[in-house]
């Protein structure tokens, strides 16, 4: 089954913390993406990457890290969580060619940061 | 800067009512605008509209773009319960790689 998938669901976590969230997908796409989304402000758009070793930040970026090694998995690090990044994360992936493909979401990840 | 508004933020309807959803962009260089439906979990596509496709239709919605207006209108007709959703515009431009600039969506609930 094509999917995206995202580990873990549920995080609570202290400040100062480290902590990586897992994002992978079976589809062979080279596009990926994380997003948070929180009451008010929509989806707004962390990093992506267009394909591996190729990241780049989109609208939020400041407080994550990514990285991409391999095509499958793109990992979202918080190396110094704070209770502003307190949010509901999505990682999606789509396929890249001559026009925006759908993108696929994540089941998401709910984070707590006390 | 890119900007996607999205009206009304909030809509509630009886059953078998017909709802309009706007959402309006401004973005360099229009490549798509995409419609998404969020339940309690993540999101569903529903449509993609590009300059070359600009009016969509599967089963009860449809959604047409309006180049000249910059805007978009997704419509669900005979809802049902089922509907009851978050409704999320995105728009890409080419100027932005492949990043997708989100509205804040409209909160549709269809009440028996």
């Known amino acids: 089954e094509a999917q995206v998938t995202q580990n873990p669901r549920y995080l609570i976590t202290v400040t100062g913390k480290k902590l990586t969230v897992t994002c992978s997908q079976n589809m062979n796409h080279e596009y990926m993406s994380w997003y948070r989304q929180d009451p008010g402000l929509g989806l707004r758009q962390i990093y992506y990457?267009?394909?591996?070793?190729?990241?780049d930040k989109g609208d939020v970026p400041e407080g994550y890290k990514v990285s991409r090694k391999e095509k499958r998995n793109f990992p979202l690090i918080l190396e110094s969580p704070s209770p502003n990044q307190t949010s509901l994360y999505f990682c999606?992936?789509?396929?890249?060619?001559?026009?925006?493909?759908?993108?696929?979401f994540g089941p998401g990840t709910r984070l707590t940061v006390l | 800067e890119d900007k996607v508004v999205q009206s009304p933020l909030s809509l509630v309807v009886h059953e078998g009512d017909t709802v309009t959803l706007n959402c309006s962009y401004e973005v360099t260089n229009f490549r798509s605008l995409l419609w998404y439906k969020q339940e309690k979990k993540a999101p569903t596509f529903l449509f993609m509209l590009?300059?070359?496709?600009i009016e969509k239709k599967s089963g009860r919605l449809s959604s047409i773009l309006d180049k000249k207006e910059l805007s978009s209108i997704l419509n669900i007709t005979a809802t049902q319960t089922g509907d009851s959703a978050i409704y999320l515009c995105?728009?890409?431009?080419?100027?932005?790689?492949?990043?997708?600039?989100f509205g804040k969506g409209t909160s549709l609930l269809v009440t028996p």
């Open positions: 590009t300059s070359s496709g």
């Open positions: 999606a992936s789509s396929f890249l060619g001559g026009s925006t493909d759908t993108q696929y």
């Open positions: 995105a728009v890409e431009g080419k100027d932005s790689g492949y990043a997708l600039n």
């Open positions: 990457s267009m394909n591996v070793e190729v990241t």
